[in-house]
């Protein structure tokens, strides 16, 4: 499988900056344009399987595709080559990991599988909304999430009342690329009608959401500033 910077499937929007924006007589401060969020940790909580590969064999069980006796070891085998960077979608990783221990399946029943496996529920953290909103009133705001299961971003944006709140909603399963990665803050900044250089990204994990700096902008880490900071941090200069 090869993953490209600009794949078709990218689940981004270009946008022009929203007439609250231009009422309000929005002038990028510090030359940040526009504002992307990490999902989970730092805007939701989310409670995941403890055991994914269990989670996912219950599922495939479940639609009566036989399981390998073997099936962790394959499970946590690499199965799909891919640049460093890049995302595998979990489905597909499902399948060739069933396939490289001789049990075919077809894709949507690997598909589904994940997506039933990884079904979390959802708690939205406090000040989530209200950062959220802060940074759409002074710019354009984006989602820029890691996520190699299809459909979870956009089910739990509506579990945490989040839908609709983003000009634009970046993931790695729809663009190919995972943080820290510098193609992903480049597909999340056209999303958002700016570059890299533009963009402020507000997240909890240096290691990955942190790669912003790399490419050029500006890293919020809200393990150190709170969310109901965020805005105010965003007002202030680099």
């Known amino acids: 499988m090869t993953a490209t910077a600009r794949s078709p499937a ?3 929007r270009r946008i022009r900056f929203t007439d609250r924006q231009l009422q ?3 002038v990028p401060n510090g030359g940040i344009v526009a504002v992307t969020f990490d999902l989970f940790g730092t805007l ?3 409670e995941y399987p403890s055991d994914p590969a269990e989670a996912v064999a219950r599922e495939l069980e479940s639609r009566d595709v036989a399981v390998p006796d073997d099936w962790h070891v394959a499970y946590g085998e690499r199965h799909v080559e891919a640049p460093a960077g890049a995302e595998v979608p979990l489905p597909a990783h499902v399948a060739r990991a069933l ?4 049990v075919d399946v077809t894709e949507n029943a690997a598909r589904h599988a994940v997506i039933a496996a990884f079904d979390p ?3 939205r953290r406090d000040g989530a909304l209200e950062a959220v909103r802060g940074a759409g009133e002074r710019g354009p705001v984006g989602l820029l999430s890691n996520c190699a299961v299809p459909e979870l971003v956009p089910r739990t944006l509506i579990r945490a009342g989040l839908r609709g709140e983003f000009d634009a909603v970046t993931t790695s399963i729809g663009c190919g690329w995972r943080k ?3 193609s992903a803050f480049e597909a999340a900044a056209e999303a958002l009608g700016t570059s890299t250089t533009g963009l ?3 997240g909890d994990d240096p290691e990955t959401d942190g790669g912003i700096v790399a490419a050029g902008g500006r890293f919020v880490d809200v393990t150190e500033t709170p969310l109901s ?3 105010a941090e965003l007002e202030a200069e680099p």
């Open 24 to 26: 309000s007589g929005f």
């Open 200 to 202: 402020v990204h507000v």
């Open 44 to 46: 939701v909580d989310v």
């Open 99 to 102: 396939d490289s221990r001789g």
């Open 121 to 123: 529920d959802v708690t």
């Open 180 to 182: 820290p990665h510098p």
């Open 229 to 231: 900071e965020v805005v």
């Open 10 to 12: 990218c689940d981004f």
